[in-house]
Structures are given as structure tokens and as C-alpha cells.
């Protein structure tokens, strides 16, 4: 497995977390992987053999080739039929909304062709240069220039917004809303509103999800094996508090996590980025 991060251009470096690159040679019988939420959206083109994403334990689709995912609540399940090669733009939570006028929220659970997005034509040039590219810097010229081409900061990022994911992202998002609001909790509703739109999550969504990555990155690091102090340690109540929001977001308990091969692709991306 051959997976790789790649930093934007600077001009981008505010909506833009990284670039990166999956390979898996062809194996045979290849299993389901669970990908958890981690607060960001990908737009991602899939240059390899197709991918499944299961709806059900049975029910399955097969994602286009160049997709938008979008905020996910719930562990993703996908499957290769083949040899896996993926190119994807990972945005910051609000980074997205940047370059489209969609409600971010109608892309979350799910994921997107991005010629319901952008205009079809511009669209289908996209995937296609992407797919024609030579190699991985040459994909990141043509998506960079589609983006800069498309930004528009300062029409989009409200800053309340943009503070109070930072903020989040700061204390690992152990930090409460109203304490982050501080004497103006009359504006919660209205940053939700705002975080619906631009972020397709609630700030207490986007906070849970960023507590857990925190712990994720700690549990898979191995830097305890000890998971009352990893729920310590993540700001948690207590471990129950820490077991529920981890089954909610993973599907498994946290002492299953790292005896499962379903996670094998979670593992890479959360011990990597």
C-alpha cells in the first residue's frame, strides 16, 4: 500500500489540507474497509479499477470516477474490485464551500459527481486531464489551476466560522461551542446555520468528530495502550463517554479497532496526514 500527501500551493493552503495519492496492488477477495468521518470534504478521482460503497451489508453501488465526498456522520464502506489508484483533494471543513454554491450539507453521507457541482463541460475536462496526467505533479497542476481559477475567499469564509474551527482544531475539539461563543450564546443558532451551509455539520458534529481523530491518532500511534487515559487525555467525561462516541463515528469499539482489517485503510490515512 503506497499512500502519499502532497502540500497545496500557498494561495490555496487556507482551504486546501493536502493532495494526496492511494495505491493498492490487485489482491484477491480484497475486503470492505471502513473509512470514519474526519471533518473534512475530498473531492476524489478513482484512476485504478472501480470501488464499491456499500449501503448495507449486501447493497452496494459502484462511485463514479470523479466524486465529491462530502461531510460523513457514519463509517463509509467501501470495497476495490482491482487494483486500487486514487487522486484527492482534501479540503479544510469549511474549504470547499469556496468553490461551488451548493449548501455543503446536502453533500454530506454521500458522494457527488462533480458535474452536478461544476458545469458539466468544465467537469468532464477535469476528469479527463486528471486521468491523461503522467504522474501525480502534473495531476496536481491541472486541479490546482481548476481551483485557483474557481477561489473566492473572501465571498465565502465567514470568520466566525473560520475561528471557531480553528479553535476547535486547536483544543482538539474538547472545547464547548458556548465557551467558544462566550457571552454570546444568542449567536449559536445562527453559526449553526452558518456551519450547515459551509460546513455541512452542526459545530458540536464537527467538534465530536475532531475529539475522536485526536484519539484515533493517539490509539494507532500507540503512544498508550491504556484507553481510560486515551479518554482522559482526549477530554472526554469518562471511557463510556469516549467507547459511545467512538462506536457512533467508527461502527466498532475501540479495543476492536486495531485487531480489524476493515480499518487497515483508516489506519494509513489517520497515522499519515
Known amino acids: 500500500m503506497n499512500y502519499q500527501t502532497f502540500e497545496p500551493h500557498a494561495d490555496l493552503a487556507s482551504v486546501v489540507k493536502c493532495y494526496w495519492t492511494l495505491e493498492v496492488p490487485l489482491a484477491p477477495q480484497a475486503p470492505k474497509q471502513r473509512i470514519v468521518p474526519d471533518g473534512c470534504l475530498e473531492m476524489i478521482f478513482i484512476l485504478g479499477d472501480n470501488m464499491k460503497r456499500y449501503l448495507s451489508e449486501t447493497e452496494f453501488i459502484i462511485q463514479p470516477r470523479a466524486i465529491v465526498v462530502g461531510q460523513i456522520t457514519e463509517p463509509f464502506v467501501i470495497q476495490p474490485t482491482g487494483y486500487v489508484h ?100 444568542s449567536k449559536r443558532r445562527q453559526l449553526e446555520r452558518k456551519f450547515f451551509k459551509q460546513v455541512g455539520l452542526s ?54 479497532f486495531l485487531e480489524n482489517d476493515k480499518m487497515q485503510l483508516s489506519t494509513v490515512f489517520y497515522t499519515k496526514d
Open 86 to 185: 486514487c487522486f484527492a483533494v482534501r479540503f479544510y471543513p469549511f474549504g470547499f464551500a469556496n468553490f461551488v454554491n451548493t449548501p455543503i450539507k446536502k453533500l454530506a453521507d454521500k458522494e457527488t459527481p462533480i458535474a452536478q457541482l461544476f458545469d458539466g463541460t468544465l467537469a468532464e475536462n477535469l476528469a479527463q486531464e486528471i486521468i491523461s496526467a503522467v504522474n501525480d505533479q502534473e495531476r496536481i497542476a491541472i486541479v490546482e489551476a481548476f481551483l485557483l481559477n474557481k477561489f473566492d475567499e473572501k465571498a465565502i469564509i465567514d470568520q466566525v466560522v473560520k475561528t471557531t474551527i480553528e479553535t476547535l482544531l486547536l483544543t482538539k475539539g474538547s472545547r464547548s461551542i458556548n465557551n467558544i461563543l462566550q457571552d454570546e450564546p
Open 203 to 256: 459545530p458540536k458534529q464537527l467538534g465530536k468528530v475532531i475529539r475522536l481523530q485526536a484519539a484515533l491518532k493517539m490509539l494507532l500511534t500507540q503512544k498508550t495502550e491504556n484507553l481510560t487515559r486515551i479518554a482522559y487525555d482526549s477530554e472526554y467525561y469518562d471511557q463510556a463517554h469516549f467507547n459511545r462516541d467512538f462506536k457512533e463515528l467508527t461502527g466498532i469499539n475501540p479495543k476492536d
